[in-house]
Every structure is written in structure tokens, then in C-alpha cells.
């Protein structure tokens, strides 16, 4: 339909941009293949009884090139917007902000920066959990993806243990996947916050004079316009920005509890878990992409890690790692993102 997100625009320039590493598709990423169902067999079950949570079966395993990562988190986007992308044209037509030919226009414009930010991200992400999509046929559901060249090159760059790397890396992402098919709740929840997000997003009488003024009291008190949230929450509404409020809380949780899980099995069983733990801590903190990382709100990803890691164990110092089920009980024992600096405070409410 003409009015819907070019997506193969957006396909196109994350290829582009994600371009390859010299060792894809050797004999090196070949071998990597075979190991990381074994890899995530075993990282499955030690998570299970790390954390108290289980999952059915086990999950497919993939290792996939980066533009076989852009490719599916495009589908995954796509499939996301599908319910709202003909109402968001039609509001901005109906609001006579914007006529058609620029609206249309607006479309490809979202589509080239989707792309964007894939393509780069695509460089550097090392593993995935994919969600089973409702209603999708075409997707591979309950599937843990690593992309290949981004592994062998970290691991040629830093010098990693190949196999010590990847099953520290397997572990992250079974715990992702216990998260979602451990929690009946989670995955239905996450993906509601996500369509509710697009779904708000409408056109505001007043939003260039709101942006003026917000410009003019941030270079008043010396911090930057562009916050954690980059521009999406610049342009955000009032409810929008509770909605990615909620986001970043529920992500931080996940994250921090994932990267803990992964530390303390690495620890018990990787003799370079360390070391590969703060290398890559030291990555999210490169200086050369935080301007991108704050333009496109993956600032506000980075972070995830570290306050959710804070709060995770903060949870644990105060009141024992048990005390972290309470979270996964209902939608609303998961901590705000207030409470995510604070757990004493979320201690306090659901404990």
C-alpha cells in the first residue's frame, strides 16, 4: 500500500552499511556453526538452574551473517508496525500538517534511518534471542541467533578463547530466552509496550514552539537537548515519553539480569570470563560512536546494562537473589524506572 514504510529500503541500506567481515562464510564460521547448538545446550541448562526459570524444549540455533541479522530484524519491525502504519499516514493527512507527496516522503525518510541504525548495529551485535511472533508464519520463533563475523572478529581483535567466548555469549541469550518463554506473561507484554508506542504516535499542534523552548532551557542549564532516549524521545509526547519510560525500565531489568546470570556461571566455569567481561564493558563506552549512540536513543541501550546490572545486584545485597522472583510475577511487579536507581524502593513496594 502506498502509504506503509517502504521496508525494502530499509533492507537495502542496512546491508550496505552492515557490510562483511574477511572470515564469513570460512571454514572459521563453519565451525562455529557446528559448536553453538552444543554451546547453547548446555548454557540452557545452567541457566534453568541459575535463575529457577524454565522454558520448553530447546530453541532453534542460528549463526547468521550481519546482513542476515539486519534482514530479520527488519521483518521484525516490519511486523511490529504493520496494525499502525496506514493510521499514521492517515493522521498526518487528516491533521493538514503534511500532504500526501510529504508524507510519503516522511515514510521513505524513516525507512533510510531504520536502515541506518540497523546497519551500524549490525556491525556489532554479537547475539540475538528471537521472539515468536504472532500470526508470522515465515518466522523462526523460539530461535537464538549468533552473528558470525561480528564473533570471530571480536575474537581475533581481543584475542578471546574461541570456545570460552562463545558459551559465555550462549549463556546471555539463554537467559533472554528463559525470560520470555519462562515468563508466560513477558512476551505479551513487551510486545503490547511496543505497538502501544507507535500507536500514540501522532502529529502535535505545537510541537516545533515546545522544541524551541525545551532547546532554550537545556542550553540555559548547560545539558544537552538530545537526551538517553535520542531523538525519539526529543520528539516524543507527554505519553509517549511515560510509554519509553516503561521500555527502558523493563529492558534495564532484562538486561541486568541477564548480564549478571552470564557473569556468575562464567565465573564458577570460564577461566577468562574477567577479562572478556570487561572488554566488553569497555566497548559500550567507545568514544568514537557515543554522538550516534545518543542521535538514534542506543545511548539509552548501553545504559540498560549498567543500571540494570546496579540494580540487579543492589536487589540481591538487600534482600537475597530470591527476592528477584517478585518481578516476575505480574506486569506490575516489574520495577519503574525510578526504582531501577533505587531498589531499595522497589524492595519496599512489591516485598
Known amino acids: 500500500m502506498s502509504g506503509r514504510i517502504p521496508w525494502s529500503v530499509t533492507a537495502r541500506i542496512a546491508g550496505r552499511m ?83 507527496s510529504a508524507a510519503l516522503a516522511s515514510q521513505r525518510l524513516v525507512a533510510a534511518e531504520m ?27 523460539d530461535t537464538v541467533y549468533l552473528v558470525g563475523e561480528n564473533v570471530l572478529s571480536l575474537e581475533r581483535t581481543h584475542q578471546f578463547r574461541p570456545l570460552e567466548f562463545r558459551f559465555w555469549l550462549a549463556l546471555h541469550e539463554c537467559t533472554h530466552r528463559l525470560q520470555f518463554v519462562g515468563i508466560p506473561w513477558m512476551q505479551g507484554y513487551f510486545l503490547e509496550l511496543v505497538q502501544e508506542l507507535v500507536a500514540t504516535a501522532q502529529p502535535e499542534p505545537g510541537r516545533l514552539g515546545r522544541l524551541v523552548a525545551e532547546a532554550r532551557a537545556a542550553a540555559a542549564e548547560g545539558r544537552p537537548l538530545v537526551g538517553e532516549t ?14 519509553l519510560d516503561r521500555v527502558q525500565a523493563l529492558m534495564s531489568f532484562l538486561e541486568g539480569h541477564g548480564h549478571v546470570v552470564m557473569d556468575r556461571i562464567g565465573g564458577r566455569v570460564l577461566v577468562t570470563q574477567q577479562r572478556m567481561s570487561d572488554t566488553l564493558k569497555q566497548r559500550r563506552k567507545d568514544p568514537r560512536t557515543a554522538a550516534f549512540y545518543r542521535l538514534t536513543g542506543l545511548e539509552m541501550k548501553m545504559r540498560q546494562y549498567e543500571l540494570g546490572e546496579r540494580f540487579v545486584l543492589g536487589v540481591e545485597k538487600r534482600a537475597g537473589w530470591s527476592a528477584l522472583d517478585h518481578a516476575w510475577q505480574s506486569p506490575e511487579h516489574l520495577p519503574t524506572l525510578d526504582e531501577i536507581e533505587h531498589p531499595e524502593r522497589w524492595l519496599a513496594r512489591v516485598a
Do not use: C
Open 18 to 100: 552492515a557490510g562483511r567481515y574477511p572470515l564469513g562464510g570460512t571454514y572459521h564460521e563453519r565451525l562455529l556453526r557446528s559448536q553453538a547448538p552444543e554451546f547453547v545446550d548446555r548454557a540452557g541448562r545452567l541457566v534453568m538452574e541459575e535463575t529457577g526459570l524454565t522454558g520448553p524444549g530447546v530453541p532453534q540455533v542460528a549463526v547468521v551473517s550481519r546482513s542476515d541479522w539486519a534482514e530479520r530484524n527488519v521483518r521484525f519491525f516490519s511486523k511490529i508496525l504493520e496494525p499502525t502504519e496506514d493510521r499514521l499516514t492517515e493522521r498526518f493527512q487528516e491533521s493538514g500538517l503534511v500532504g500526501r
Open 230 to 243: 535520542g531523538l525519539l524521545g526529543l520528539f516524543a509526547s507527554d505519553d509517549q515519553r511515560s510509554l
Open 115 to 141: 536502515g541506518a541504525v540497523l546497519g551500524f548495529m549490525a556491525r556489532r551485535v554479537l547475539g540475538q534471542y528471537e521472539l515468536v511472533l504472532p500470526a508470522d508464519e515465515d518466522n523462526d520463533g
